[in-house]
């Protein structure tokens, strides 16, 4: 059974992955569309 600092540690670890694959997407959609 994990421990609940595990179990949050492990959202806190989704989350910023997240974050950076979400950030990562939307810069190279906004780059797209800056191409002429």
């Known amino acids: 059974m994990a421990k ?3 179990f ?4 806190i ?3 910023i992955v997240g974050i950076i694959i979400g950030g990562v997407t939307l810069y190279l ?5 800056a191409k002429p």
């Open 29 to 33: 959609s906004l780059a797209n569309l």
């Open 8 to 11: 949050l540690r492990f959202i």
């Open 4 to 6: 609940p600092k595990d």
């Open 13 to 15: 670890l989704v989350g």
